[in-house]
């Protein structure tokens, strides 16, 4: 079968505008200068102004600086004309009611800015109650998404009615970018919903609602059938209820639920404190605490006040860099790659229907459900047909799990089965456009099954590896045609994994490449792109981790301090944990070729710390994970973990005094990021978008940081505090902590960035 083939389209647009759509992705707008308003008036006969939201400059709306000047503008005019007008409607002219605040004005915050964001808040405060005190009704008729600032502005207002359209999303999301809602969004959800509610359904969740939930929960008031429906029915309201005010305005107002000073409200917000504490661990997630006071504070205060509460705190946590790391990462990294910054910009975009997958074991049987999750038609092929059904089962599993959640219908699991074919006859892919073998980690296996393939498919199908550490050229050379060999290297769980790491071997071609990213795109997942090296990028800087938790150990620092020092720094397990999980003969296995190849090379080889401890472990101990019966912790029959294995203490008594969690979370992260800036100068990895989207996407690296290179920049005292507290640790730790020459030089020239 022939890929058929696309003009590529080029998509390195400068974004000058972003802002969150419904579905989190970015929006990239170019602005022009133009005379129509954003906002246009129209006053109809029966004394009802409709404001449509309409940026000319934009593809959506967005509470940018001149949407701002306008809303103040026509704020201004509304209370001069207000004695002639019987009620006022909010609508947009676009498909999305209004997307949010503009991030490219936020991520530019720095401490010298504080004075003038916190007053232009006030401002949009300002404007936002002088809009639901005029006297007059006023009625947001949501058309489309409504979603940070544009749900803050329809919360003005006093009654919400939005169309019942499936794809309608209104919330709060800001959570998610490591801010808060600030144009008022904390203040009136805590008087609409109450203090708790607000808190967990809405502020703390940043969750996306549909019309129907939303209406649920008391965020909008009515919902209508089609946006036709939208203007009769605000008018109608707006006759009904000359007036309309707020609940907050009006005499006797009580928060739902009561004030958090005392009594029963004040019980649950220490419970819900403590489960912000349980579930987050510790780790640093400033924007949480922020909207938790903001909202406990300002409901104890006039809605004035609390208002300027909530702008403190969004300044606050807006001009510190963790805000900044988070949307950076989001909206900056991830949309270079999902752009095509890392894919040969001249390569053709290629479209694919069918995947072939050599082995069903878990791995593959995870890729085969993504592939026909995404419409793939899928061949499935094992050494035996059972095999092959067993991994096709895993599909009818997981799309099961999917239809009792609601969010599949059956009819539609049973098609994404129905699109994999188990087979144990390699011939039978044929007709696949892009193999993926995932066989046993085995280069001389790899190479017999990659000789089979060949002979079977055709001359434009993609050969791709999932191997997790054999060199991609060392496999390339195997087969007749090396220029279109690619690794393509899934994380496990695959269908929950959303990274994929592409490995360009030696010899293959920017088509190849071009390809592998287009397919994993295709795929629904996110494809960073790594040059063929040991351990690729990810799994040499995971194992970086991992090696320093167990060298910690055989420092004689406490097991738990060693977990807890990783979770604290917002790691999403302890790295104890998950060397467990992974089995402990891994990283050994990885260790021993490394120190193979080095010597066969004639280079020096130097041996960690941890090297001794695992050995210890694994020959002496019989301490090899999970898989074999346990590692650093003991397992029940059911594989549950039971604690650390009791004899951990004994073989590596703890030595007092244990060093300050600082260092000992800094030395975890030390290591990743000195590991992941020695494959970024070695060329291993060529941009800071991947490396930051790899690392958290695919190894858990903490989300505050936005990225292991990200990390270099965002260091107190940038790339040349780095340095310094690298030296630090060196001094106490080890050589393996001293910032090499290329680090040191970019630090001391601040314009190389990472
Ligand atoms: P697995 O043992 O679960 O599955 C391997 C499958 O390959 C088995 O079903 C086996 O029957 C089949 N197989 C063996 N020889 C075959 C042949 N000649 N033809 C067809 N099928 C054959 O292994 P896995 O964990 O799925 O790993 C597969 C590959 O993916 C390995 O290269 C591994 O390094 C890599 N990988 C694994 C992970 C992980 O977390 N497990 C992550 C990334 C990559």
């Known amino acids: 079968m022939r890929r058929r083939r696309h003009g590529y389209r080029n998509h390195h647009r400068a974004p000058v505008t972003t802002a969150a759509t ?11 200068q133009v005379d129509n308003p954003i906002i246009d008036w129209r006053k109809d006969d029966d004394g009802v102004v409709v404001l449509t939201l309409d940026d000319p400059t934009q593809e959506v709306n967005t509470v940018h600086k001149g949407f701002v000047a306008e809303l103040t503008k026509v704020v201004a005019r509304l209370q001069a004309e207000r004695e002639e007008l019987s009620g006022v409607v909010i609508t947009s002219g676009k498909s999305t009611f209004v997307a949010g605040g503009d991030l490219n004005e936020i991520v530019g915050l ?23 005190t005029l006297g007059i009704p006023v009625v947001a008729a949501i058309n489309g998404s409504a979603l940070g600032g544009g749900l803050e502005l329809a919360l003005a207002a006093h009654h919400r009615l ?16 490591g801010l808060l809602p600030a144009s008022g969004g904390i203040v009136r959800t805590v ?13 703390l969740s940043g969750r996306r609602f549909r019309p129907e939930e939303a209406l649920k929960i008391g965020l909008v008031d009515e919902l209508v059938g089609s946006a036709d429906d939208l203007l009769p029915r605000a008018k109608q309201w707006i006759a009904e209820h000359p007036e309309a005010a707020q609940p907050w305005d009006r005499k006797g107002f009580a928060i739902p639920g009561g004030s958090p000073s005392g009594g029963p409200l004040f019980a649950e917000l220490t419970f819900l404190s403590s489960t912000l504490r349980a579930k987050t661990a510790g780790a640093p997630v400033p924007e949480q605490r922020a909207i938790l006071a903001a909202a406990v504070e300002g409901a104890q205060v006039d809605i004035d006040t609390a208002g300027l509460i909530e702008s403190r705190y969004f300044v606050e946590i807006a001009i510190a860099p963790i805000a900044k790391n988070r949307i950076n990462l989001t909206f900056f990294d991830l949309q270079r790659i999902k752009s095509g910054a890392s894919r040969p910009a001249h390569a053709p975009v290629h479209r694919f229907s ?5 082995g069903a074991g878990m791995m593959g049987a995870g890729i085969a459900y993504a592939a026909a999750k995404a419409g793939f038609d899928v061949v499935l092929v094992d050494t035996s047909l059972e095999a092959a059904e067993k991994g096709r089962a895993y599909s009818a599993k997981v799309a099961a799990r999917a239809v009792d959640r609601g969010q599949r219908t059956q009819a539609d699991a049973d098609a994404l089965v129905a699109r994999i074919t188990a087979t144990d006859r390699i011939a ?8 993926i073998e995932a066989v046993f980690e085995n280069l001389a296996l790899k190479a017999a099954v990659f000789g089979e393939i060949d002979r079977v498919v055709g001359q434009e199908a993609v050969l791709g590896s999932n191997t997790s550490t054999l060199p991609i050229t060392s496999l390339a050379a195997g087969v007749d045609r090396p220029q279109d060999f690619v690794g393509v290297h899934f994380f496990s769980p695959v269908d929950r994994m959303p990274l994929v790491e592409i490995i360009r071997g030696e010899s293959t071609s920017d088509d190849t490449l071009a390809n592998a990213f287009d397919l994993v795109l295709q795929l629904g997942k996110t494809p960073i792109v790594v040059n063929d090296s040991r351990g690729f990028f990810t799994s040499r800087v995971i194992i970086a981790r991992l090696n320093e938790a167990v060298a910690m150990l055989g420092e004689g620092v406490p097991a738990a301090s060693i977990e807890q020092a990783a979770l604290q720094m917002g790691y999403p397990a302890g790295p104890l944990q998950l060397l467990d999980e992974l089995t402990l003969t891994l990283p050994r296995d990885v260790r021993e070729e490394a120190r193979a190849a080095a010597e066969a090379a004639g280079e020096s080889w130097t041996a960690h710390p941890c090297h001794a401890v695992f050995d210890r472990l694994i020959d002496e101990l019989g301490r090899v994970g999970r898989a074999g019966g346990g590692g650093f912790y003991d397992y029940d029959e059911q594989g549950r973990r039971n604690g650390f294995w009791s004899g951990l203490a004994e073989q590596f008594p703890n030595q007092a005094p244990c060093p300050p969690l600082r260092d ?9 990021v ?5 494959a970024h100068a070695a060329g291993v990895i060529e941009s800071s978008w991947d490396a930051n989207v790899g690392s958290l996407m695919g190894i858990g690296f903490p989300a505050w940081t936005g990225g292991v290179l990200r990390f270099l920049d965002q260091y107190d005292g940038g790339k040349a505090g780095f340095v310094a507290r690298a030296e630090q640790l060196a001094a106490r730790y080890g050589e393996r902590f001293r910032p090499p020459a290329s680090l040191v030089d970019a630090a001391g020239r601040p314009e190389l960035s990472a």
């Not at 579905?23 to 707008?29: A, D, I, L, Q, W």
């Not at 069918?354 to 050599?358: E, K």
């Not at 039978?428 to 193999?435: H, K, N, P, T, Y």
């Open 162 to 177: 939005v169309v019942d359209a499936p794809r309608l999303q209104v919330g709060l999301p800001e959570v998610g970018l």
């Open 22 to 32: 419904p579905r989190g992705e970015e929006v990239t707008n170019v602005r022009t």
């Open 110 to 132: 720095g401490g010298e800015d504080a004075a003038a964001f916190t007053a232009h808040l006030n401002h949009i405060k300002a404007q936002l109650r002088t809009l639901e």
């Open 674 to 678: 000195l590991e992941a800036w020695a």
């Open 354 to 358: 069918s995947v072939g997958v050599v």
């Open 428 to 435: 039978d892919l044929g007709g696949a456009d892009f193999i």
């Open 191 to 203: 008087r609409m919903l109450g203090v708790r509610a607000a808190l967990d359904s809405v502020l």
């Open 664 to 672: 000992l979370s800094e030395r975890l992260l030390f290591a990743e």
